[in-house]
């Protein structure tokens, strides 16, 4: 596998078991990465049985194109975003699939990677784009959003209670030169929080980063529709199976999840059903999943990892 992206997959096991696997069937991994959860499903498929992997970030596509090469065509690979299930699944032919992954979040080599950006630990030139083809980077929100704006992606998103103090602090620096990089940010936001609460257990900077992110790659505004069109894809008896890593995108997906599972959207003050709406899926994991022990134990991004996963019905 390609130096340039190594990735620890989380709830490897339990993601995929929760597919139950057939042999001859159609999936997809809307996020691939390094291709961690797409190998070990693909280990379970047979040649005439199809894999579909899709990663808006290239180098990703890199690492998991090496590392599923020695499953031939069974495998394909296509630069996209998960939002855009429905016309990756045309484009391709496939009308139906038997399950599907989702891994949300930033993964760790887009972490640990200087350049892209992401970091509050290592300093680069603020960007933090998963796709680097799209226009909007971290540097234009630092610079070009207004002090409501950050204030509202950071509580929003961050959900920081100095939201606001960071987002004037973060104007006031700008107004004095362009904020170009990841230490940069990081000091302005140590600046903005009380002094005895910039040591605590967490780096001051962490919830605005996230923000930051979600805010550039728009993850919790696809996120919604993304499981809708995967559970629309899914053959009766398909599963979709979510992981996600902080409370925020948890909640959409429980959300989204009870919706898809209970049909009828009419007010709870009507005494019988008028809308119609049948149930599309039912949930399989009435509480989420988490790592056990030896996880944890080797995986720091396993701590905050919840799973989730629904059946079509």
Do not use: W
């Not at 995929?16 to 990465?33: F, I, Q, R």
């Not at 699939?97 to 891994?103: F, S």
């Not at 784009?129 to 961050?158: H, P, Q, T």
């Not at 993304?226 to 398909?238: N, Q, Y």
Request: a neutral charge; glycine letters at 6%; proline letters at 3%.
């Amino acid at each position: 596998m390609s130096t340039e992206f190594r990735h620890i997959s989380v709830l490897l096991q339990e993601s995929v078991d929760l597919l139950e696997v057939n042999p001859c069937g159609t999936y997809v991994d809307g996020t691939l990465g390094g291709g961690g959860h797409a190998e070990l499903v693909c280990s379970k498929l047979q040649k005439d049985a199809t894999f579909v992997g899709i990663d808006r970030d290239m180098t990703a596509i890199r690492a998991a194109s090496e590392r599923l090469s020695k499953f031939g065509n069974t495998v394909k690979i296509v630069h996209s975003n998960f939002a855009d299930v429905k016309k990756v699944l045309e484009d391709l032919g496939i009308e139906k699939i038997d399950g599907a992954i989702l891994d949300l979040g930033v993964s760790s080599p887009q972490l640990d990677t200087a350049e892209r950006g992401f970091s509050y630990n290592m300093d680069a030139r603020l960007d933090m784009r998963m796709n680097r083809e799209d226009s909007l980077s971290a540097f234009e929100v630092v610079n070009e959003y207004s002090e409501k704006e950050l204030a509202r992606i950071i509580f929003d998103y961050g959900e920081d209670r100095f939201a606001k103090q960071i987002a004037r602090a973060i104007v006031t620096a700008r107004e004095q030169n362009v904020i170009e990089t990841t230490f940069q940010l990081s000091e302005i936001i140590k600046s903005a929080i009380p002094a005895k609460l910039r040591f605590a257990d967490k780096h001051p900077a962490k919830r605005t980063f996230q923000a930051i992110r979600i805010e550039v790659n728009n993850e919790l505004g696809i996120l919604e529709s993304a499981i809708c069109d995967f559970a629309e894809v899914l053959k009766p008896g398909g599963v979709l199976s979510v992981i996600s890593f902080h409370s925020l995108e948890d909640r959409i997906v429980k959300q989204t999840f009870q919706k898809l599972a209970s049909g009828c959207e009419c007010p709870k003050s009507f005494p019988v059903c008028v809308c119609g709406k049948k149930p599309l899926v039912k949930i399989i994991t009435k509480k989420p999943i988490v790592s056990g022990k030896i996880e944890l134990e080797n995986n720091m991004r396993a701590h905050s990892a919840k799973l989730r996963a629904i059946k079509k019905l």
